[in-house]
């Protein structure tokens, strides 16, 4: 966002700089409301410190790490300066916004309402919820004798906010390590609250309830793929966790399932989260961004709240596609999956993931060991014994051995969504016939009836309508 200011406005906000001094005073030019900000806050450096000049910086983007504009974790920290982590500011104030900032910060607002984790997100049906970062201007008096000034600016329309912050020239790294102690609070705090918790990220919190209840009874599938999953766990081993650290990379493992629609990749998930938090995990299921280009953003909150957590997670994530579509993010993902910019739990995290579409998946992250580490392929059904557990559950009580496990093997290859619309649907035939049983004769009329209806949709051109029709007349060189 760009403001107009006139050159006694921009030479008000940099008195006592030298840079415009010889500058004249008869024309208009911009200057960006981050540079306005900075030079207010130099001004203001100034009446604290007017021997010295500051280090000015810019801070992270990310507004879920804002905690140095945040007072529940400003006063822990005051509170606990005896602790030799806690010992680095004894004070600190939210300013009055100087008057020579034209406006800039000028109300306190706070970000979002979130979670009592302080990270994410609150929606209508949570409570006990807590204010984001608040914008505004900033003083902390540290225990060694000097004094720091920031400064937040309201988010922009993406959400995003700027930070700046004046420090004395080397004192740089005290600061970082006050923002490390500020992000051990919340670290303790995410560890208590977060136990056999399930977040959901992205969607309604009533994903909650579709998750926690999944059991592996519900799970039918080949057991190879169970336990190449399963196997999967073994990073929460404290030998597999210490082997990672000794190769210096995240403690991360990325697995995807690939393959059809309706084939049990996300029952599987759920399954796996639900006996995560029954054995006291964390479990975040992030859903794709309504927004284009923020469904990674999403992503990126889980891996952090994963690592701040420091308990063992599992990620769910539906439809990874869409998470690793966008251009213009596509060097942070690949980054993250490397491992270079990944947060790294060192609890462990698992991060499981589903696909219809895996061709849409870029080959830099789908190809190369590594950003994923394990594809499994979850496709039709090939075996007749897992077809007669599909029959077993959807028909339940009205499952009769002998009249319907020969249908089996006449529903080979195809998804258990395809069972289970069988066996819906011959429950329909039934009642429409006047029998109360479902009889085997309803099952293969509902599979061949579903085939054909599925071969008729497969086919464009019949919905495709016609030309319209051209008369001679209807043209302007046409007679009528």
């Known amino acids: 966002m760009k403001s107009t200011f006139e050159q006694e406005t921009v030479q008000s906000l940099l008195l006592h700089t030298q840079h415009l001094s010889d500058m004249s005073m008869s024309r208009h030019f911009q200057i960006s ?62 300013l009055t916004p100087p008057v020579y900032a034209h ?72 600061w970082l390590a006050f923002l490390e102690a500020l992000g051990v609070l919340h670290s303790e705090l995410l560890h208590r609250d977060r136990t056999g918790l399930i977040d959901v990220i992205g969607g309604d919190r009533c ?41 210096h990379i995240p403690r991360l493992r990325t697995v995807l399932l690939a393959g059809p629609p309706g084939t049990g990749k996300t029952t599987l998930l759920k399954a796996e989260a639900a006996q995560h938090a029954r054995n006291g995990g964390y479990v975040l299921y992030v859903f794709a961004a309504k927004k284009a280009g923020h ?47 990944t947060p790294d739990n060192a609890a462990g995290t698992l991060l499981l993931a589903t696909t219809n579409e895996p061709d849409k998946i870029d080959p830099r992250i789908k190809d190369r060991p590594g950003r994923i580490d394990s594809i499994v392929h979850v496709g039709p059904i090939e075996r007749a014994d897992l077809i007669v557990r599909f029959l077993q559950r959807f028909l339940g009580d009205a499952y009769r051995e002998g009249e319907h496990a020969p249908v089996a ?40 009836t579903i085939l054909q209806g599925r071969a008729v949709a497969a086919q464009p051109e019949r919905f495709t309508p016609p030309p319209p029709k051209k008369f001679p007349w209807m043209g302007f060189s046409g007679k009528r």
């Not at 059991?215 to 999967?232: G, M």
């Open 295 to 341: 469904s990674w953003e999403n992503l990126s909150i889980a891996l952090h709240s994963a690592a701040e957590s420091e308990l063992p997670t599992i990620i769910i994530v539906e439809d990874f596609e869409q998470f690793v579509s966008d251009t213009e993010d596509l060097q942070h993902v690949l980054n993250t999956l490397d491992g270079i910019a």
């Open 409 to 448: 093997g006449e529903l080979l290859n195809q998804p258990g969504t395809h069972i289970r619309e069988v066996c819906l649907l011959a429950a329909i035939h039934a009642l429409d016939e006047g029998h109360e049983a479902i009889l085997a004769q309803d099952l293969r009329w509902a599979h061949e």
């Open 103 to 174: 406006g800039i910060a000028d109300s306190s607002l706070a970000g979002p309402l979130r979670k009592t984790d302080f990270m994410l997100e609150a929606a209508v049906y949570d409570r006990n919820t807590v204010p984001g970062p608040v914008s505004g201007w900033y003083r902390y008096d540290f225990a060694a004798g000097w004094t720091a000034l920031s400064l937040m600016l309201p988010p922009d329309d993406d959400g995003d906010t700027t930070t700046i912050t004046a420090l004395p020239q080397g004192r740089q790294d005290e």
């Open 33 to 94: 409301t981050c540079e306005a900000a900075a030079a207010a806050l130099l001004r203001l450096w100034r009446e604290y410190n007017p021997e010295t000049d500051p280090l000015i910086f810019l801070g992270s983007r990310y507004s879920s790490r804002h905690r140095q504009y945040q007072a529940y974790f400003l006063d822990k920290v005051v509170e606990r300066q005896q602790e030799p982590e806690f010992q680095h500011i004894v004070r600190w104030e939210q």
């Open 207 to 247: 994903m909650t309830d579709s998750v926690i209840d999944v059991t592996f009874d519900e799970v039918i599938l080949p057991e190879e793929i169970l336990e190449q999953v399963a196997s999967q766990r073994r990073i929460f081993s404290p030998d597999m966790l210490e082997r990672y650290a000794s190769f």
